[in-house]
């Protein structure tokens, strides 16, 4: 790990000024991945600004009827909280369903949101990797794919965006918050945070340099049925291979969106319409510009037959 300083901020706006005055500086909370990239020298800041004292730590409800969420408030928390357990079930199975319960104790929202991909030839650094190294190549193209996207990706980039929670949120139409170092305050619907590959796969969100997330806000509730279905290589402590996230309602329609497929979060609006169709015609529409090969193919059969049981689940009353 290389050397950096560190100091703690006292306010959002502080924290964002502080990161703005020293290039290649970064926010630091709960850690659990930012800490593990510096120690392998794929993450190289300068400067932590430590955000853990902003108070940005509680669950609120809105006044739309909805929840908003502290940047800071723990995935351990947030997954236990009695509103999301019995509205917005699918993000509290999704926090569930990620890394380990020592991690969710400490991993925060926005740090979760942020986490950068898991994809194998991005942490080997005698690879080439356009994310890490812009312009270097993408050694995964031509390698091993089992784990890599097979749509929204580019000849830049294969790699799949690796968080649970950001699939829930993406399907609840969640809202980021941010502030900058001039005060200034944004509200990002996540669709638009984060950003396809192109040519451009190390910018992976809309966040501008220094902008601080101080909060995730939820809309209201949807009613129905909350499915988050996760496929992965082994019980726990594994990201997903793919993943389902759904809401049902009682006449069959609903809202769906997949993760382990894609650059990020991975929903299609004509998804949701053909849902009351059944699995088959909802994971057409989710996966009609798949691009594939033979490592990774077999996930457009894993995706249908996952959404599948999710929907035969749903009709059982």
Not at 62 to 78: C, F, K, P, Q
Not at 79 to 97: C, G, Q
Not at 121 to 139: E, M
Not at 189 to 200: A, E, K, M, S
Request: hydrophobic share 40%; charged share 20%; glycine share 8%.
């Amino acid at each position: 790990m290389k050397a950096f300083t560190y100091e703690r901020a006292k306010t959002p706006q502080e924290a964002a000024a502080a990161v703005m005055r020293a290039p290649g500086a970064r926010f630091i909370a709960g850690g659990t991945n930012l800490l593990d990239l510096m120690k392998l020298e794929i993450e190289t800041p300068p400067h932590l600004v430590d955000v853990n004292g902003l108070g940005l730590d509680k669950i609120e409800a809105t006044n739309e009827g909805g929840l908003r969420i502290g940047a800071l408030v723990l995935n351990a928390d947030l997954a236990a909280d009695a509103r999301v357990r019995k509205d917005y079930a699918v993000l509290s199975r999704a926090l569930l369903a990620g890394a380990s319960a020592q991690l969710r104790n400490k991993a925060t929202t926005a740090g979760n949101l942020l986490q950068r991909t898991r994809c194998p030839y991005f942490y080997d650094t005698n690879q080439a990797c356009n994310k890490r190294v812009p312009g270097s190549g993408c050694s995964a193209i031509g390698g091993f794919t089992r784990g890599h996207a097979i749509v929204g990706h580019s000849q830049a980039c294969i790699a799949t965006h690796p968080s649970d929670m950001a699939v829930a949120m993406q399907l609840l139409d969640a809202n980021v918050e941010t502030v900058n170092a001039s005060g200034a305050r944004r509200t990002i619907p996540i669709n638009d945070f984060y950003r396809l590959p192109g040519n451009t796969p190390h910018i992976e969100t809309s966040l501008a340099p220094g902008e601080l997330i101080t909060a995730v806000t939820l809309p209201k509730p949807l009613g129905g049925k909350h499915y988050y279905r996760k496929v992965r290589d082994r019980a726990s402590y594994a990201f997903a291979l793919i993943s389902v996230a759904a809401v049902v309602q009682p006449d069959g329609s609903g809202r769906v969106a997949l993760g382990g497929v894609a650059h990020k979060p991975w929903r299609v609006a004509a998804a949701d319409a053909a849902l009351p169709q059944g699995a088959k015609a909802a994971a057409g529409q989710l996966l009609a510009d798949a691009r594939t090969d033979e490592h990774n193919a077999y996930k457009v059969v894993l995706v249908q037959r996952t959404l599948n049981a999710v929907l035969t689940d749903a009709k059982k009353g």
